[in-house]
């Protein structure tokens, strides 16, 4: 039988259905059919076309009944449907032996799963062109009461004669004016039409409606943005919302109009195409230019095209990024429109130190892409071997609207604000940088450098950089010696350092030149008291006490101190007044406690 010889791919071509269509090539199929490419023998030229098979899975009289109604749905919405020049138009359709065909037309381009894929993020103005020319075509399906169901890039066609999106694979429609899918307690086969990810919560329980398609192309614009597989875009636990906002950067408004189109309860959504389409042009506006990537299909042009751009991207990994650029330029020429092309040619360019030419060559691509924050960052980089640092910053501030959490661009800010003596906010952009990840190695250099330059002592030390703070109070010490909080925060970084002896010269010079400095009288008395010498600890923090009696850590510290060198009676007076101060200090409780009980008569007050 023809149906069986059909099976596979590879030997399709040598059999002819129903004396008419010459099977060329298996294009591919899952779910309850398969599609084939093929020649239309009784017309003239034999033009190509697809013909595509609906078949059962089992010979069981219900379920071959289910399939016809699949089948017969298919046909009449494609005959219906088939004068919009974004859907293919049905040529034939037949029942032979048990197995369903449709002959339609063959559109000739790329599946829009070649865009639209893992990893690869659109720009916001590519998604806005994708998601409308969808949406118009979608006006059209909904205007019939028909709702798709299986919109996906998978079943889109880039056309290759104008770049248009061409909607196909109506075997999942359902006509809205139709009988509910439950009969007789038994569910028909169109209930799990759909793919997963892309089927709202209503079609996945079999009662889909003209907005489920909106929240197919709702996702399939979030998959555009974010890169991500739909099923692995979060959700929100309590209201199973998606949780996409931090995946993608997009403008205000047509963050909410896919919010909108996306929302878990279909009353919500957008209720056809109509108003998803009108929403979506309010959002974007008549002044955001819609790019749409063209070719010139002149059988030459097409071909130098082709043929240039292999050579380029060939000369381009070898290193030979002269001869690349003159490619890229032969590419460009030809089709103008290729961004791609574009941006390699400003990498080739910068490669060979033609910065102004690499700066034409992004500009043009951030003119046409303005989303595509790879092209900015680049552009930032060309205008700072130019010098032309303002028009930079303005660059890399692109970047970070669009990729805020993009903390090498951040690190390339501070480094550029630097070069502008910008430094209060070149700090700020390191930080950034930090806070984004707390172990960028360039990033804490750069600011650990910048801070030593600058002499910010307490900020190196709260960063925990004891050297280099205290290499930073060595060169600010050497034009301003008596600058006691300069010694302080030596002494204090030396401590840290664990060199006490120093230490306790640099609290020494602090209390010499500000005798009232309490802080430095009790970090003198710990490095001393570290270092052995109870007595001279011991008058370190009487003079805190003096200063601050109402210090209890100071009285604390003192009796300590005092119990070291057996004198009892003052150790005990001192920890009796720690707890006078502060009655639930439970170390001067204790001690004093332990004191008394020793019941030394020296120790009595």
């Not at 061409?166 to 004016?177: E, H, P, R, T």
């Not at 570290?530 to 009796?559: E, M």
Request: one cysteine or more.
């Amino acid at each position: 039988m023809v149906a069986d010889g059909i099976q596979g791919g590879n030997q399709a071509s040598s059999y002819i259905l129903g004396s008419r269509y010459h099977i060329l090539q298996h294009l591919g199929g899952g779910g309850f059919g398969q599609t084939f490419l093929a020649q239309d023998l009784h017309l003239p030229g034999h033009p190509r076309c697809v013909v595509k098979r609906l078949q059962p899975r089992t010979s069981d009289s219900e379920q071959l009944e289910s399939a016809r109604r699949l089948f017969h749905a298919e046909a009449e919405a494609l005959y219906v449907l088939g004068n919009h020049d974004q859907i293919p138009r049905l040529l034939a359709h037949f029942e032979e032996d048990q197995q369903f065909y449709l002959a339609q037309e063959f559109i000739e381009g790329s599946l829009l799963s070649e865009e639209i894929r893992a990893s690869h993020h659109l720009a916001e103005t590519q998604t806005v062109e994708i998601i409308q020319d969808i949406l118009t075509t979608l006006c059209t399906v909904h205007d019939n009461h028909v709702i798709h169901r299986d919109i996906k890039p998978s079943n889109l066609i880039r056309r290759q004669s104008d770049r248009k999106i061409v909607l196909i694979d109506f075997g999942a429609v359902k006509q809205v004016s139709t009988q509910p899918v439950q009969q007789q307690g038994q569910m028909s086969m169109t209930v799990a039409i759909g793919s997963l990810g892309y089927m709202p919560n209503e079609q996945l329980a079999g009662h889909p409606c003209l907005s489920s398609d909106i929240y197919a192309v709702g996702i399939l614009a979030l998959q555009a943005l974010t890169g991500l597989d739909p099923k692995r875009i979060p959700k929100e636990p309590r209201t199973s919302e998606l949780m996409w906002h931090e995946l993608a950067s997009v403008k205000p408004e047509l963050s909410k109009v896919l919010d909108t189109m996306v929302r878990y309860d279909h009353r919500q959504r957008y209720p056809s195409a109509h108003e998803a389409l009108t929403a979506l042009k309010q959002a974007v506006g008549p002044s955001i230019p819609i790019f749409i990537p063209q070719i010139d299909l002149s059988s030459q042009a097409l071909e130098a095209h082709v043929a240039w751009l292999e050579r380029a991207d060939e000369l381009f990994e070898q290193s030979r990024f002269r001869e690349a650029a003159r490619c890229y330029e032969k590419v460009v020429k030809v089709q103008p429109h290729a961004m791609t092309a574009w941006f390699k040619l400003g990498m080739a360019l910068e490669n060979i130190e033609e910065y102004a030419l690499a700066v034409t060559a992004y500009k043009i691509v951030t003119q046409r892409q303005p989303e595509d924050y790879l092209a900015w960052l680049k552009l930032g980089k060309a205008l700072e071997q130019l010098e032309k640092l303002d028009d930079a910053l303005t660059a890399y501030d692109e970047v970070l609207k669009l990729q805020p959490k993009n903390y090498w661009a951040w690190a390339d800010r501070g480094e550029l604000l630097e070069r502008l003596e910008r430094i209060d906010e070149a700090l700020s952009s390191y930080d950034r940088a930090i806070e984004l990840k707390p172990d960028f190695a360039l990033a804490q250099e750069n600011r650990k450098q910048l801070l030593i330059l600058l002499r910010r002592v307490d900020q190196l030390y709260t960063l925990q950089h004891y050297d280099d703070a205290i290499e930073a109070c060595d060169q600010a010490l050497k034009e301003a010696p008596q600058d006691a909080t300069l010694w302080l925060m030596r002494g204090m970084a030396l401590e840290n350092q664990k060199q006490l002896a120093e230490a306790a010269i640099a609290y020494n010079t602090v209390v010499s030149l500000q005798s009232d400095d309490h802080v430095a009288w009790f970090r003198l008395g710990t490095v001393l008291e570290d270092l052995g010498h109870s007595k001279r600890a011991a008058k370190a923090y009487g003079n805190v006490t003096r200063l601050q009696p109402q210090n209890h850590w100071a009285w604390y510290q003192l009796g300590r101190v005092a119990e070291l060198l057996e004198d009892y009676r003052e150790a005990i007076s001192s920890y009796q007044q720690a707890v006078k101060l502060q009655a639930n200090f439970q170390l001067a409780q204790e001690a004093y406690e332990r004191l008394i009980n020793q019941s030394l008569p020296t120790a009595l007050p």
